[in-house]
């Protein structure tokens, strides 16, 4: 998130405090290292480079009222349904995703019954239900590979690992408990086992 230039400290609009040993000033903020995150987004400048890079897919939000949602959210604010879904049957619930035709953004409404593994009263300000990203056509090792990356990088692991999905998607918690899916799409070659029924 960039931050304004605001009254008091430069950019940061933090008081101003002498400098401490060992630290350098930044513009940007004068209580932190030029760049602490340099070592990160180097390894992800690294693999964006080599096309692997995960990218932002979508934001779901947790509903009480799935057809009352998509009542609102499609003749209300205009949006319209991309694809539907139903994952009841291994313990979750139903999702339909979303889209606005002129920003091309996307969201996901997600409703879960009575026992669904990820059912949970409903409290006000908690409906961020996850974060989608996506590393694209990529093989299961590179999924496996960025699930390690993502848990050496603060990430809290669920019981929803690359293991237990046969590959196709890993599930971390942020350092605030937000969940957060990464999942991958068919590489050509598997896409053409599926094709074969293999």
Request: with cysteine; proline share 7%; glycine share 10%.
């Amino acid at each position: 998130m960039r931050t304004r230039p605001t009254r008091g400290n430069g950019a940061t609009g933090l008081p101003r405090t002498p400098p401490q040993r060992g630290v350098r000033r930044s513009g940007r903020c004068p209580l932190l290292p030029a760049d602490p995150f340099h070592r990160l987004s180097t390894e992800h400048m690294k693999l964006a480079s080599l096309g692997l890079a995960m990218r932002l897919e979508q934001a779901g939000i947790r509903v009480t009222d799935l057809r009352r949602s998509l009542r609102f959210y499609t003749k209300a604010l205009g949006l319209r349904v991309v694809r539907r879904g139903d994952t009841r049957v291994w313990g979750g619930g139903l999702w339909v995703l979303l889209r606005d035709p002129r920003s091309r953004k996307e969201i996901e409404l997600n409703w879960y019954p009575k026992g669904s593994i990820f059912h949970a009263p409903y409290r006000v300000g908690a409906a961020l239900d996850h974060l989608d990203f996506t590393l694209g056509a990529v093989g299961r090792e590179v999924l496996e590979r960025e699930y390690r990356r993502l848990l050496k990088h603060g990430a809290k692991a669920t019981r929803w690992s690359p293991a237990r999905t046969e590959g196709w998607s890993a599930h971390v918690l942020d350092p605030d408990g937000v969940w957060i899916t990464v999942g991958r799409r068919p590489t050509p070659s598997e896409r053409r086992s599926m094709s074969q029924g293999h």
